[in-house]
């Protein structure tokens, strides 16, 4: 009976000392209520602010070899290595450091998050406010042995991530120079993300 009132009896040392709510049993009509609109309210956050943002997201694109676009393990998702593609065509292509102008790969970069927040969504079924923080981004930058401005062309993709995620969009980072990436791309990103 307590179940279906959503209330049981709290006991301290054998006795009981009062009826309270308790989310174990069915919750009556208000509570479930209550419960509907706050995810409701929960799961536009990150969507809004895509949208305040004039962010669409790209569809996730598959994979170009032997692998899976993301992986879930526990509460840790990993998102494998994103090249800047925009509707099936890499954004720019060469190396910084040669071909590819500082601001080009900043824009690389940034389109390459746009592709690992796409697979996010994927791995949660759309509700990115599962997110509860971007733990790593591993960046690869496909540069001359005299270019060192990695930090700075993965600054595209980092800066954007906390544009979207806030303070969860903080993460530890590396920033390495390659001679060479897939497709002749300049920019590549691989992610793990932590969620709840």
């Not at 995810?39 to 996730?60: D, F, N, W, Y």
């Not at 940034?110 to 969504?121: G, I, K, P, T, W």
Request: contains cysteine.
């Amino acid at each position: 009976m307590n179940g279906v009132w959503g209330l049981r009896p709290q006991r301290v040392q054998g006795r009981a000392l009062a009826f309270l709510p308790c989310l174990a049993f069915a919750p009556c009509p208000v509570q479930a209520a209550q419960l509907h609109a706050a995810e409701g309210k929960l799961t536009a956050r990150i969507q809004a602010r895509l949208t305040e943002l004039g962010i669409t997201l790209p569809v996730a694109q598959p994979p170009v070899a032997n692998y899976v676009p993301f992986a879930r393990t526990g509460n840790l998702v990993v998102i494998s290595g994103q090249l800047p593609m925009s509707q099936g065509k890499l954004t720019s292509v060469g190396k910084l450091g040669e071909s590819v102008s500082l601001e080009d790969g900043q824009a690389a970069a940034r389109q390459c998050f746009l592709n690992v927040v796409a697979h996010m969504s994927a791995a949660c079924d759309g509700d990115l406010d599962r997110v509860v923080r971007i733990v790593r981004l591993g960046g690869y930058v496909a540069c001359t042995a005299a270019f060192t401005q990695h930090a700075a062309i993965l600054n595209g993709a980092s800066d954007l991530a906390v544009e979207i995620f806030g303070d969860a969009g903080r993460h530890a980072r590396a920033a390495v120079g390659m001679v060479s990436l897939p497709m002749d791309a300049p920019v590549e990103l691989e992610a793990m993300f932590e969620i709840g």
